[in-house]
């Protein structure tokens, strides 16, 4: 089955939790993307539920998909967030950015009693690493965030090479990627991160450093879809518990 059936599955599977009157957090991405297109049909068939976007993309594809939309101004809460991820491992954390949205994801995940993340089973990994982690940073300063970072990495027991990232496609195509907020990101090739809630405080602190891609503690389930079918992970420890 193709990947992108796949990501479709995933997302089927976690709109069978949305209720009537629910408030969800709509996350980025392709496999998000389908969420929201299959959200908007059962809008179009009577649902009531109102959503808050983690990009300004997103926002386009709702609006697209006719998903009332909100903000975290007017609510104050969200029922659901459902979003995908770059890599899951058993503990249910994750490494999230791979479309630059971390910094929006994080906060709407935050706000969320619930969050599902939907993919297909090649992003479940034994140990997060491999793909590499997005960390939003201040361009102001720049050399000195990044020194940090590297401390704080010497300190976590990782290392590898950063490279800020550049935008891919259009008249931006090169330049570098300016996220939603403004700030740049700075991707890490650690290949293995052993302590993930260890790095994640560690990079936290870091003045330069808007957030990071570790998810740790925030997931409270993962729907994978492959080839054997779809698999429900919960999680075990309650939400926000991450020692
Ligand atoms: O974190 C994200 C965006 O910032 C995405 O959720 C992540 O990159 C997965 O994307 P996709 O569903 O396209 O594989």
Do not use: Y
Request: contains cysteine.
């Amino acid at each position: 089955m193709k990947m992108d059936q796949l990501k479709r599955q995933a997302a089927a599977r976690a709109l069978e939790e949305v209720r009537d009157g629910m408030q969800l957090g709509l996350g980025t991405g392709s496999t998000a993307k389908h969420f929201v297109e299959l959200l908007g049909e059962r809008v179009a068939a009577g649902l009531k539920v109102i959503g808050v976007p983690t990009s300004e993309a997103t926002r386009l594809d709702a609006i697209r998909c006719g998903v009332p939309l909100t903000t975290l101004d007017e609510i104050d809460h969200l029922d659901i967030t459902i979003d995908g991820a770059d890599e899951i491992d058993p503990e249910l954390n994750l490494i999230k950015g791979g479309g630059g949205a971390l910094l929006r994801e994080k906060i709407v995940a935050a706000a969320s009693d619930r969050m599902i993340v939907i993919a297909d089973d090649t992003k479940w990994v034994p140990t997060l690493g491999k793909f590499p982690l997005p960390i939003e940073v201040i361009p102001f300063g720049l050399g000195a965030t990044r020194r940090a970072i590297e401390k704080a990495f010497a300190e976590c027991g990782v290392s590898g090479q950063m490279a800020v990232r550049n935008a891919k496609g259009g008249d931006k195509d090169g330049h570098v990627l300016v996220t939603d907020g403004g700030h740049w990101i700075v991707d890490a090739k650690l290949g293995r991160i052993e302590d993930p809630a260890r790095l994640a405080k560690a990079l936290s602190v870091i003045p330069g450093v808007v957030e990071h891609g570790l998810f740790i503690g925030l997931a409270s389930s993962a729907v994978l879809a492959g080839g054997e079918g779809i698999r429900v992970i919960e999680r075990r420890k309650p939400k926000g518990d991450w020692e």
